[in-house]
């Protein structure tokens, strides 16, 4: 073996004899040149090979002899420096030389899959060496995925890192276009047999490589969401607590570092403080400063508003209808909420890691609504108002309750609730906190509620705090929309329909047509009883210009015989254009022929009881009050028969949900966003003439309230509580960050420097001479008087002589 020193020697009188000057031999002038021609410098290459095969031998000979010292294995650094550089030129050269270069890849692989005591330095460089292999498609990531996650557990925090995001970045680059399920499952195999493993470091990174490429939407099927499910029943309990963490807010895992055993890996990860953009801010970036410090101020600037809309984006989608969970996916979601169960019941872990199980299989029972009868016997004995962590307990306990779970298996729960929190000896938020509670389990279960206990709810809305008598109304005003027959008269509002009832167990409205359609069709009724209002007016106007004219000639004419014939043809006129107009309606259907019938007769018997009362009077002579009363009573008739055949006639073949075009569920959307828009603004009472108590509030299928977990905060809502100090510094100076700070006027006007104002100028002005002889004059006899004074003033008795 040769030292370092003559392989240098004989690398640069190869190069001399090969007529290149060794003056400026350095690895990365020769990497450029070689890049350039690579044919002409194999000589190179081959020289620069046998150095790195030569120092590798060197390495795994000490390595070998263990030579130890303070700076640990391999004391002569020069060595893993030297094979250092030779590993990272000879990575960057194999896509020019592959023949030359087809065994280094495997020695790479080799020396650090084999050797665990390698310097920290020599590692990383001998990492980033077969990163830029894989990236340049020489070596698979299948090959050395499992490579490494093995670096990631070495305990060296840069090299965890540069592995990590190499496995997450590759997997992700491979997934952009398109998805090769062959090398999707072949991956897949690796890192679940490595989340099985017993070791706990490679288990915990396995799971978390797994936990961020589902965040990261690459790998969202099934098989994962199973792999980091089964990861809750895994025998080391951080494993156990990532994976739960995970479940419970897939947005918030944690990747802490498995060299701190006392980090608190169960909680969520800790929320960065919100920035905020000041106006002064933004005008910095923009007007003030040389150029480069513009750009970085605008840079500054456009990644605080990226961040921000990041923030936005993942609480819309939260807080929005398409909120997404990993549990949503599970195959047999009744057998994970029913082990995850058992394990809770018989484990001895911490509170925090026992209520976290507990959330997941809330959260798991109500995502897909299934039946878990002892889970809520186990509720039972948590629900206390001093419990630890009540509301969160609360909030799972809510989110555990659908209407397809027996009334009677929640029942004592239910009672419960409302016997320990809802009592006159209770505290206000205690009150308030039950009545919420209460509220939201009878929104999804409403067979609950009696009306006795209803009542006696209700009455805590007249309580003066606002909590509790907020509560309570909520409480009122779900029930006006569920069942109002169990509320007092006086607290079911106007707007309440009456026979409104609950559900009974088991029962399922079946949808029988297009969701909207009945918006359209009430807009269609709309347009088409504005055009029957126009055609009626111009209708009854003829009517009226056509009888006033009969009744002058029938006035004329003499003999009763004309005017019961006018009488007759005024009758038939009549029959006919209402005839007409059900026609131009409705294009003449059965129906339509049987109102027309209705109509001949009930204009028969009126026209007969008119022509009595007019023989009554007198057969020559009517009057033309009679003729006006008779014409008002037609057209209130006409306006009659009109709601009678709309009320006949049948639905339209597109309320039976038939047939649709593009342009009719075009336009059932824009119906619904005015309703939508229509019911916001009469809730908040800014439509002209509603009133915001008397709004219906729109009440969510059981599907929608599963679909989202239950925040406590809401189940506080409106609880006043006492704030610290710096609570109240920082809410008094929240406002105040655009306004001057405050100075007094003398400080004001020490630092003013326009100059000064007049009123400092008419003291510093020189007064003329007689003006000064008369102060002076004043002064002296004033300094006179005092000292004649001052002599005869009686000062009290002295305590010596």
Known sequence: MLPTNAMAILTADAIAAAGRSSDKLSLQNLQSKMKCDPESYETELQ????????????????????????????????????????????????????????????????????????????????????????????????????????????????????????????????????????????????????RKSEEESIAKRSLVTLCDLHRRKVWTDDSTVYEICEACFHPSSRIMIAALCFLLDYDKIQDDDDSDASSSEDEGCTQQPQVVLSREDVYKAHHKGTTASKKKKK??????????????????????????????????????????FSKLRNCNERFEVRMMMLKVIARTVGLHQLIL????????????????????????????????????????????????????????????????????????????????????????????????????????????????????????????????????????????????????????????????????????????????????????????????????????????KVEDRIAFDEEGSEDEVIVADDLDDKEGSYSSTESEDSDGIGKRKRKYANFDQQLDNANSSLRTLKKLTAAKLEHSPKANGDFYSNEDFQRIKELQAKKKARCALAQHGFLKGSNSKSVAIKVPNSDRLSLRPVDPATLEANIRRKMTKEQRV?????????????????????????????QQKEHKKFMPLAAKRSKMARTRIDKKRKKSISGKQFRGKKAWK
């Open 299 to 340: 840079a500054k600037l456009e990644r605080v508003l990226r961040s921000m809309k990041k923030k936005q984006r993942l609480s819309s989608e939260k807080t929005g209808p398409n909120y997404y969970s990993p549990l949503s996916k599970l195959n047999d979601a009744q057998g994970f909420a029913e082990r995850l």
């Open 373 to 576: 009868e002892d889970f809520y016997p186990f509720l039972q004995k948590y629900v206390q108002p001093h419990q630890r962590d009540i509301t969160n307990i609360l909030a799972a306990t809510v989110q555990a309750c659908h209407d397809m779970v027996p009334p009677n298996v929640v029942e004592p729960l239910f009672k419960q609730i409302v016997n320990q929190f809802v009592h006159d000896r209770s505290r206000t938020e205690a009150i308030s906190v039950g009545l919420n509670v209460v509220r939201e389990i009878c929104l999804r279960m409403p067979l609950l509620m009696n009306e006795d206990l209803l009542q006696d709810l209700v009455l805590y809305k007249k309580s003066k705090e606002k909590a509790v008598s907020s509560a309570a109304r909520s409480l009122v005003t779900l029930f006006r929309e569920i069942c109002p027959s169990l509320l007092v008269k006086k607290d079911r509002g106007r707007s309440a329909d009456p026979n409104a009832k609950r559900k009974e167990y088991g029962e399922v409205n079946v949808a029988t047509g297009v969701a909207g359609a009945e918006l359209l069709q009430q807009a269609e009724e709309s347009a088409d009883d504005d055009n029957n209002e126009e055609n009626l007016l111009t209708t009854s106007e003829e009517v009226d210009n056509d009888d006033v004219n009969d009744d002058v000639d029938s006035m004329i004419s003499s003999g009763s015989k004309d005017d019961a014939l006018d009488e007759d043809g005024s009758e038939a006129e009549i029959g006919d």
């Open 47 to 194: 020289l620069i090979y046998q150095q790195f095969k030569s120092s590798l031998e060197l390495f795994q000979q000490q390595a070998n002899f263990n030579f130890n010292s303070v700076t640990g294995v391999a004391a002569d650094s020069s060595v893993a420096k030297d094979l250092a550089e030779k590993a990272l030129f000879l990575a960057h050269m194999t896509q020019f030389y592959p023949k030359h270069l087809s065994l280094f890849p495997k020695q790479l692989i080799h020396l650090l899959r084999i050797t665990k005591s390698l310097q920290p330095f020599l590692r990383s460089q001998l990492t980033q060496a077969l990163i830029l292999l894989v990236n340049r498609k020489i070596v698979t990531i299948g090959e050395t995925l499992e490579l490494f996650m093995e670096l990631q557990t070495r305990g060296d925090r840069t090299l965890k890192k540069l592995a990590y995001s190499h496995v997450i970045r590759c997997i992700q680059r491979m997934n952009k276009k398109h998805k090769d399920e062959a090398k999707n499952k072949a991956l897949k195999n690796i890192l679940f047999k490595m």
């Open 730 to 758: 920082a809410l008094m100076k929240a406002g105040r960050e655009d306004r001057a700070e405050y100075k007094s006027r003398a400080a004001v006007k020490q630092k003013k420097t326009g100059g000064l104002s007049n």
